[in-house]
């Protein structure tokens, strides 16, 4: 896939699968992104930006674990012992990953037998972490990484946390089935993804009361407008006079998609697609799947515009818009117009909440 080759001739992802080593690799992640961000920039719409920027870090990562094994081997361990998949949730999971994204991957392990294969695969999930954050991927807070235990397991042993993650209504275990619903395989063998879906998705078959679940978890978040329909802004801090566009317009989005899509038994881990095909179902009404839509593409054009500062040659954000850009008339309706969208999604599903929680035994 080349998105952008009409776009710009010289745009090549070659120098991502002809890097030696992972120094090479980050000089091309540095060199590719700079060209993305400015020369490109002002040519792509914001689904194309986020298209070629995701398959940018797909290749990276995929070039990445082929790195990872070849350390491996060179240093005694060999090629891994069994399958496996290496998978990413997160923004990545969704394809709705920036250029200044952080990790959030997992691994799923073969259950074909093999005495060395638990040491085997605590030492590349470690490696794989490391390595991805050489190349600039910082390593996830939340510890949503494939070095993690909990993210790093056999088929089995996944399908057995999935069955206890969806057996448990409280907080923490539905947020993990929620970060596990943006599952997308990149590298290895992708049946132990696609087993691993089909054992994710019955859970929600057994356990009808799951989704309710998950719609507790998503309408919470927090005001971004205020009783006069005013834009609430950060009040203390250093990001005090500005807003967060990730947690006050795009998470709400996500994670309203994400409700409806798995209420209504859709497979897809992209936001757009969850969309597309709620569409296409008819399973929402109109009005309603029409302002997802439209704020979700607002939303991804005000993140991808949210300041940024170099680190070490690559870009950072907070996803703040800060006070300078919200002063600037274009981007402070955008945003309005935006929060309203959102703040009518948030209703409709608080109502679908109060409904389910009142015909609960």
Sequence with gaps: MEPISTT????????????????????????????????????????????TVNELHDRIARKAVELCIE?????GFGQPPVPYAFIVFGSSGREEATLWS????????????????????????????????????????????????LWCKTLTAWKEQLLEWSSDLSWEPIRNLIIASDMRFIAGESSLAVEWLESFYEQFRRVPELSDAVLRNTVKHKATLNILGRVVTERFGEHAGGFDVKYGVYIPL??????????HGI????????????TSLEAVPFPLMDACQRAFTAALKLRRSTP??????????????????????????????????????????????????????
């Design 102 to 149: 952080d990790q959030d991957n997992g691994m799923i392990i073969s259950d074909a037998p093999h005495e060395g294969k638990e040491a085997y695969f605590d030492e590349f999930g470690g490696r794989i972490a490391d390595l991805l954050e050489q190349l600039g991927y910082a390593k996830c807070e939340g510890k949503v990484m494939c070095s993690e235990p």
């Design 254 to 263: 996500v994670n309203s998609a994400r409700f409806l899509a798995l209420h």
């Design 308 to 361: 940024i500062v170099m680190q070490q040659e690559l870009q950072q954000s907070s996803g703040f818009l800060d006070e300078k850009q919200l002063k600037q008339k274009q981007i402070h309706y955008d945003l309005r117009e935006t929060l309203g969208l959102v703040k009518r999604v948030h209703r409709a599903l608080q109502r679908q909440l109060r409904f389910a929680e009142r015909r609960r035994p």
């Design 8 to 51: 710009n001739p010289f745009w090549s992802y070659h120098g991502i699968d002809g890097a030696a080593s992972v120094y090479e690799l980050r000089q091309v992640r540095v060199a590719l992104q700079r060209e993305l961000q400015q020369s490109m920039f002002a040519s792509l719409s914001p689904m194309e930006w986020y298209e």
């Design 71 to 75: 350390g491996m081997v060179e240093d």
């Design 267 to 278: 497979q897809e881990s992209s936001t757009v697609k969850r969309m597309e095909r709620l």
